[in-house]
């Protein structure tokens, strides 16, 4: 199912839930347009020139015009669901400095665009008072800094591997507020902690430790847009058991501290036009978006 949230001269959202799973046979498609598609639930494999990728929760699909890709959901039955900005031409040229950074297929689940999407989904949603158009520019923003320096990497596993490794990744995302380590993550994989290490970060593009960290990241980010709970409660809610270190650790991700964050997700112009500013769109108005 796709259902529009924006459409407008430069830019257009949809939101995609899939229901597919492991029986059903998957297709060719081809992407329409430039495209950062944030995976907010579920999981599904892409292959796109001749690259395979494993995308979870955090991650991101980028779609190029004219690029063939084909997705199926042999992991799991419960199919996913994106958010997906997709960019004219000329917008491409201004947020990402050039059609270039379009070359990837995917990026892992990154701190930064996990945060950023994070954003874009509560404004999707009318959780925030944020622009959609903002918050879209925002995640091409974080996109721009990150895709130069972060590629997938390629999938050699075998498959039952990549599906195995996708499970634990869902468990970690539905455990993150739990203290989880290496050791027991790897013997719920049924791995030694060294094999278990090397073949998550082959598949899934990030380590065990990054993953977990940089889903209560996420959950932090979705809480502090809807909610109006304390910081401190949140943080620890997540996962973090002190809360310098999730200040430090999101401020890091997000550009902007928890608090910052927060402002951003009610709408604050004054945040909103300091985060643009780090961002490298100083004086940017939203409403170019709508012309």
């Given at each position: 199912?796709?259902?529009?949230?924006?459409?407008?001269?430069?830019?257009?959202?949809?939101?995609?839930?899939?229901?597919?799973?492991?029986?059903?046979?998957?297709?060719?498609?081809?992407?329409?347009?430039?495209?950062?598609?944030?995976?907010?639930?579920?999981?599904?494999?892409?292959?796109?020139?001749?690259?395979?990728?494993?995308?979870?929760?955090?991650?991101?699909?980028?779609?190029?015009?004219?690029?063939?890709?084909?997705?199926?959901?042999?992991?799991?039955?419960?199919?996913?669901?994106?958010?997906?900005?997709?960019?004219?031409?000329?917008?491409?040229?201004?947020?990402?400095?050039?059609?270039e950074l379009w070359q990837a297929s995917a990026l892992p689940p990154l701190a930064a665009t996990m945060?950023?999407?994070?954003?874009?989904?509560?404004?999707?949603?009318g959780r925030s008072d944020i622009d959609l158009a903002e918050a879209g520019l925002l995640l091409a923003?974080?996109?721009?800094?990150?895709?130069?320096?972060?590629?997938?990497?390629?999938?050699?596993?075998?498959?039952?591997?990549?599906?195995?490794?996708?499970?634990?990744?869902?468990?970690?995302?539905?455990?993150?507020?739990?203290?989880?380590?290496?050791?027991?993550?790897?013997?719920?994989?049924?791995?030694?902690?060294?094999?278990?290490?090397?073949?998550?970060?082959?598949?899934?593009?990030?380590?065990?430790?990054?993953?977990?960290?940089?889903?209560?990241?996420?959950?932090?980010?979705?809480?502090?847009?809807?909610?109006?709970?304390?910081?401190?409660?949140?943080?620890?809610?997540?996962?973090?058991?002190?809360?310098?270190?999730?200040?430090?650790?999101?401020?890091?991700?997000?550009?902007?501290?928890?608090?910052?964050?927060?402002?951003?997700?009610?709408?604050?112009?004054?945040?909103i036009a300091a985060s643009l500013e780090v961002a490298g769109f100083e004086g940017f108005d939203a409403?170019?978006?709508?012309?």
């Amino acid at each position: 199912m796709i259902a529009t949230q924006l459409r407008a001269g430069a830019v257009t959202v949809h939101d995609h839930r899939c229901n597919r799973g492991p029986d059903d046979v998957p297709f060719a498609e081809v992407h329409g347009g430039f495209s950062l598609s944030y995976v907010r639930r579920g999981s599904f494999a892409c292959s796109a020139r001749g690259r395979h990728h494993d995308l979870v929760a955090g991650a991101v699909l980028i779609g190029r015009p004219g690029d063939e890709y084909v997705c199926s959901h042999e992991h799991h039955a419960c199919g996913d669901e994106c958010l997906s900005f997709q960019f004219v031409p000329e917008l491409v040229d201004a947020v990402a400095a050039g059609v270039e950074l379009w070359q990837a297929s995917a990026l892992p689940p990154l701190a930064a665009t996990m945060v950023a999407g994070e954003l874009a989904q509560a404004a999707a949603e009318g959780r925030s008072d944020i622009d959609l158009a903002e918050a879209g520019l925002l995640l091409a923003a974080r996109f721009a800094r990150l895709a130069g320096a972060s590629s997938h990497a390629v999938g050699t596993p075998r498959a039952a591997e990549r599906n195995r490794m996708v499970e634990i990744a869902l468990w970690l995302d539905a455990c993150s507020d739990q203290a989880i380590d290496l050791e027991c993550a790897a013997a719920r994989a049924s791995l030694s902690p060294f094999h278990f290490l090397r073949l998550f970060s082959k598949v899934l593009g990030v380590s065990p430790h990054q993953y977990l960290v940089r889903a209560r990241l996420r959950h932090a980010a979705r809480l502090l847009a809807d909610e109006e709970r304390a910081i401190t409660d949140i943080a620890y809610d997540v996962g973090f058991g002190d809360l310098s270190n999730f200040v430090r650790s999101f401020r890091r991700a997000a550009g902007v501290s928890p608090s910052g964050f927060r402002a951003l997700a009610r709408g604050d112009r004054a945040a909103i036009a300091a985060s643009l500013e780090v961002a490298g769109f100083e004086g940017f108005d939203a409403a170019i978006f709508r012309q």
